[in-house]
């Protein structure tokens, strides 16, 4: 599940830059 993996760090990279 490496892809998961990948994608919840995308989304929390992203949250990080939004705020």
Request: no cysteine.
């Given at each position: 599940?490496?892809?998961e993996l990948t ?13």
């Open positions: 599940k490496l892809y994608v919840d760090a995308i989304g929390k990279m992203e949250n990080t830059i939004k705020k």
